[in-house]
């Protein structure tokens, strides 16, 4: 079955906001032997009319986003029920579903609000557990052709439940028989593309059937295997074998997935003291479902008086060798090591820029510690010249890996089989 | 002139990729008075065909991204010549910098690579300042109207530069006398998307070519409008007319812009004390250049002890009323105003889920407080039952409008102007 995309939105045509939509939904219909070949994005208005049309020509099954609100410029529901010749009603459930989320949030329903309960006559109604707008299901059929509509929320967080939840069921149902070919795929931490590419080697282009992607991104590499699971074992055998410790996950998990299921393996605690970072790498962190059983404390000390009383670093330290310095970063570790009572303890210091560089230590030098119990402090020194949300995310993911290379070395609790959780656990 | 840009990339149709090119592009375009009119997406391969002859026969301004590149999938250059009816020869110059640019780099270059050397007769061809593919200008009439195809490199590091350097000066000279409607997009918070739209009313819908828009995000509900600088400024008196203290931001600055804007002119400063949004309120502030000189500290308390040792809290509290109350938030802003010697704090605790939630206090309660010199502490619940990633969004857009709407009763030290900095600054 043929899959097409209709995103509608005047911003996203704009600019103003970055499309996850077509990347999202991807992923989710993959697995069910679903492949989107075509993506379209128009402005709101009668622009939706013609990618409708077109794409109702094309595809099978027509996914569209965007335009179900309340306000005068959403008119994707009106402008697909003319294009299939059904007529709009109110739909009694779905008004009572509206005005119950407004009482319960306490706030004055307008008349406007109410135009999204108008629902076309025989589609079915995908209810919408985070905002008011119904997603809506249509069947049409063209050129003796059937053709199976969505009608989706814009935003992400209406969006992805619904689609999770009602729509995958029904495409599901749909298309029954699915292909049996799977996807993984794998994060290298510290090697660039090429040398990902020559590690892994020649081997792996002999097993049949496999299709292989690599993909270079700030501070990591992802390799992208596709095939049979018989087939997908044998190519990460290959892998595991030739990336040894550079692999920091198998199965596309962030690196701060790893970082706390390792460290629940082996019950140690962790606390960080970030400067340059601001935050950062604690809220990667706590982003972990069940962080809170590994992650103790973090000390945000942007100001050299925060770094001496939050972390008691020697004022006289930060004097002699600076606040970006490697002696600082070590004594910043340490404090949140002993502050937190901690296991382990990570600190950034350094210059996210646009300003603060010197001659000796430019725009974009770091020094990223790491400081446990019964071990010495290791400091090491990098330099990402680049924005500072990149710069942020270069230091988090080298001071991540950092503690992830030195968890590995050390034995887990129980012997139990080497499994990250997914977000969802 | 009608703009259409096709992005082709199978791993972009995988999801593997999320597409930044049509928000990066748009952003470009608008100021020459150019409007990305529809965005398509297909994969490599054949599919590239279609798309590029259905844009022909639309738009005088066709750009493409991808598929320029060594390996046999990428195709871009050679349907593109065939489609335009135009033989590829290898350019001399293009192969020269092709080979110059492997060997700085010490790599053999293989005969592949060669293809890239490949340029469609009557082309121009756009150097690749970050890569070896360069980019391709070409101009065909369809229907009697000149139409102009550029292909691009896909990987933003090379696309970006070539784009700002090489495309936008050419667009400029096609169209000289640029539409002279600016965009301007209004932030509010703390107020749902229909009512926005009551609050502003009617009188707006009287200014005439004004294209208005309405957009609901997480927290935040943006109010665009496009057109002419005197009609902007009579929608602009409606908009802050009416929308009060409720408008967070009239140039789309961020809520963590506005902050530290708002601080800096009143030469206060602020810590923060966070549990459940483990450090995203911190990482959000110190994103804006110069932030060091209104963020002191943040304290990521996700411990209980964290919250004792770093801000005095009274574990007798805590105990008393458990770690998601408002006593236990008001003596974490209390305890991190004193910490850090600030003029503002603000904390969060609340329970961001999966797990956590009683029947009292269920997944997605939240209490923030602000705790400043001078004034008693401010506390406010709230309820976002929701994933643990927008949970984080939604307490910081309360904590941080809760801030703004606070520092907006507080006098600027200098009487200038009200003005939001930009990123760049």
């Given amino acids: 079955m043929r899959v097409e995309l209709i995103n509608t939105g005047t911003e996203l045509l704009l600019g103003n906001t970055v499309n996850s939509h077509l990347a999202f939904m991807a992923q989710e219909l993959f697995p069910l032997g679903l492949r989107i070949q075509r993506q379209i994005t128009v402005p709101d208005g009668e622009a939706i009319r013609d990618a409708l049309r077109e794409s ?49 949030r306490g706030i004055a329903m307008t008349e406007r609000v109410k135009r999204q309960a108008q629902v076309p006559r025989g589609a079915s109604v995908l209810s919408n ?70 590690m892994i080697g020649d081997d792996i282009l002999a097993i049949e059937n496999i299709e292989l992607g690599y993909c270079a991104r700030p501070g990591e590499v992802q390799v992208r295997c596709i095939g049979s699971p018989a087939m ?5 055998q290959i892998i595991v074998d030739k990336l040894g410790a550079c692999l920091a996950a198998r199965d596309n998990s962030s690196l701060e997935q790893v970082v706390v299921a390792e460290l629940a393996k082996r019950e140690r605690r962790l606390a960080v003291a970030e400067s340059c970072t601001g935050g950062f790498i604690a809220n990667r962190i706590t982003n972990v479902p069940g962080a809170s059983a590994v992650f103790l404390a ?31 970063a070590a004594a910043m570790a340490e404090g949140a090591l002993r502050a937190a009572t901690a296991d382990y303890a990570l600190s950034t210091t350094g210059i996210a820029g646009p ?66 959780p997914g977000r969802g656990n």
């Fill in 129 to 198: 557990a985070h905002g008011t707008a119904p997603g809506l299901y249509m069947k049409a059929a063209t050129k003796d052709v059937t053709r199976h509509v969505f009608l989706l929320p814009g935003p992400p967080r209406e969006l992805v439940p619904m689609f999770r939840n009602l729509v995958i069921p029904m495409l599901q149902d749909l298309v029954p028989g699915a292909a049996a070919s799977e996807c993984r795929t794998y994060r290298i931490v510290g090697v660039g593309e090429s040398n990902v590419e020559a």
């Fill in 232 to 236: 997908l074992e044998r190519a990460e």
């Fill in 355 to 420: 300003g603060g560089g010197t001659d000796q230590k430019p725009v974009g030098t770091v020094f990223v510690a790491l400081a446990a119990r019964g071990r010495s402090t290791e400091v090491a020194r990098y330099s990402y010249p680049t924005d500072r949300e990149t710069f942020k995310w270069m230091v988090s993911q080298a001071a991540l890996d950092l503690l992830r290379r030195t968890l590995l070395e050390a034995k887990p609790v129980s012997s139990q089989e080497h499994r990250t």
């Fill in 56 to 104: 109702l020509e094309r595809a099978e099954i027509v996914l569209m986003t965007g335009g179900l609100g309340p306000t005068t410029d959403d008119i994707t529901r009106e402008i697909t029920a003319e294009l299939l010749g059904v007529e709009l009603a109110e739909d009694a459930t779905v008004l009572q579903a509206i005005s119950e989320r407004f009482a319960r």
């Fill in 298 to 328: 973090g000390f945000v000390t942007y100001a050299n008086e925060a770094k001496t009383s939050a972390l008691c670093v020697d004022s006289a330290l930060i004097e002699a060798h600076g606040a970006v310095s490697q002696e600082v």
